[in-house]
């Protein structure tokens, strides 16, 4: 089904370490000593005792890109912890050396909606139990979106009727290429309104002009600047630029960093078009809240060199 997915060392590449790791982690927490330097043995020791899940992540992405499969017996003890993150993280590590057990682990995980136990810092709200399941389940969907591989395909299909994990299985399909899906999807926006724009992204990424339309009305009818931003980023990752026109009224928007996301999604997909307007906001000295350190200008003259390079 999704013939140009990534190999699976290849996955963990690309996985590495950015998606995980939390926005609030100390960097202190991360070692001086790379992990590439390690002994497999030692890389080991660190996944065992690793005091975050995005710390873990990282280094089972090493256990895998080494591809040594005496670490499985010591893998397969730890996908049975009573964490439900770390057991997500030794699962991930199983499918990536070939246990099919991995997968089978993380698509139990992201069905299982039982209470379980609260962890210190992560139950929030009214009922942190229920959040609990909720951030566990979540973990354990955007692993099996980073597997490309078919088997994974289904259940994150069926993750499309789930409100509380449809738009991260709608970005993992849309990833992955699945244009197979583009049916489920589009019946998952009318679903639930709240994931539309997740629902839109997924369809550009597809190259189906419909999730296209979707983001360029966010852009244009969206009271919030941050979902304006993100659908803005959504154009940009679909490579498309048919709704240049909509990026560059972006250009124009009230809020700095809604200009200077349309500026990078310029430099990535504009066209000689766009120079024009590119070369007005090239005036524009704004800092914006955001994304400093980085001015509208400095994005907006990004911008123009990449056009002008590959117009050339």
Same mark, same amino acid.
């Given at each position: 089904?999704?013939?140009?997915?990534?190999?699976?060392?290849?996955?963990?590449?690309?996985?590495?370490?950015?998606?995980?790791?939390?926005?609030?982690?100390?960097?202190?927490? #991360?070692?001086?000593?790379?992990?590439?330097?390690?002994?497999?043995?030692?890389?080991?020791?660190?996944?065992?005792?690793?005091?975050?899940?995005?710390?873990?992540?990282?280094?089972?992405? #090493?256990?895998?890109?080494?591809?040594?499969?005496?670490?499985?017996?010591?893998?397969?003890?730890?996908?049975?912890?009573?964490?439900?993150?770390?057991?997500?993280?030794?699962?991930?590590?199983?499918?990536?050396?070939?246990? #099919?057990?991995?997968?089978?682990?993380?698509?139990?995980?992201?069905?299982?909606?039982?209470?379980?136990?609260?962890?210190?810092?992560?139950?929030?709200?009214?009922?942190?139990? %229920?959040?609990?399941?909720?951030?566990?389940?979540?973990?354990?969907?955007?692993?099996?979106?980073?597997?490309?591989?078919?088997?994974?395909?289904?259940?994150?299909?069926?993750?499309? +009727?789930?409100?509380?994990?449809?738009?991260?299985?709608?970005?993992?399909?849309?990833?992955?290429?699945?244009?197979?899906?583009?049916?489920?999807?589009?019946?998952?926006?009318?679903?639930?309104?709240?994931?539309?724009?997740?629902?839109?992204?997924?369809?550009?990424?597809?190259?189906?002009?419909?999730?296209?339309?979707?983001?360029?009305?966010?852009?244009?009818?969206?009271?919030?600047?941050?979902?304006?931003?993100?659908?803005?980023?959504?154009?940009?990752?679909?490579?498309?630029?048919? #709704?240049?026109?909509?990026?560059? +009224?972006?250009?124009?928007?009230?809020?700095?960093?809604?200009?200077?996301?349309?500026?990078?999604?310029?430099?990535?997909?504009?066209?000689?078009?766009?120079?024009?307007?590119?070369? +007005?906001?090239?005036?524009?000295?704004?800092?914006?809240?955001?994304?400093?350190?980085?001015?509208?200008?400095?994005?907006?003259?990004? %911008?123009?060199?990449?056009?002008?390079?590959?117009?050339?």
């Amino acid at each position: 089904m999704v013939r140009h997915a990534l190999a699976l060392l290849g996955m963990f590449a690309v996985l590495c370490p950015q998606w995980l790791v939390s926005q609030d982690a100390p960097k202190s927490a #991360q070692s001086s000593q790379p992990l590439a330097t390690l002994t497999t043995p030692e890389l080991l020791s660190r996944f065992e005792s690793a005091e975050f899940d995005w710390q873990q992540a990282e280094i089972g992405c #090493q256990l895998v890109s080494r591809g040594d499969l005496s670490v499985l017996p010591r893998i397969e003890e730890l996908s049975r912890v009573d964490d439900r993150k770390r057991r997500s993280n030794a699962a991930f590590v199983l499918d990536g050396l070939g246990d #099919q057990r991995g997968l089978e682990i993380l698509i139990a995980e992201v069905r299982d909606t039982k209470l379980r136990a609260v962890k210190p810092g992560e139950g929030r709200g009214n009922n942190p139990a %229920a959040h609990q399941v909720i951030a566990d389940r979540y973990y354990a969907a955007q692993l099996l979106g980073h597997i490309g591989r078919d088997p994974a395909i289904p259940t994150l299909v069926e993750l499309l +009727k789930d409100e509380q994990l449809a738009y991260v299985a709608a970005i993992s399909l849309g990833r992955l290429g699945v244009r197979a899906a583009i049916p489920d999807i589009l019946e998952m926006a009318d679903r639930f309104p709240r994931h539309r724009d997740e629902a839109a992204t997924a369809l550009a990424m597809l190259g189906d002009d419909r999730g296209l339309d979707m983001l360029v009305k966010s852009i244009e009818t969206s009271e919030h600047y941050a979902v304006r931003c993100r659908a803005i980023d959504a154009l940009r990752m679909s490579g498309s630029v048919k #709704q240049q026109p909509a990026l560059l +009224k972006a250009l124009e928007d009230p809020h700095a960093n809604v200009r200077v996301c349309a500026a990078r999604a310029l430099q990535a997909v504009g066209d000689s078009q766009a120079l024009p307007s590119l070369r +007005k906001a090239a005036t524009d000295k704004t800092v914006p809240p955001w994304h400093a350190p980085t001015t509208v200008s400095t994005e907006a003259i990004a %911008a123009i060199e990449a056009i002008e390079g590959r117009s050339k």
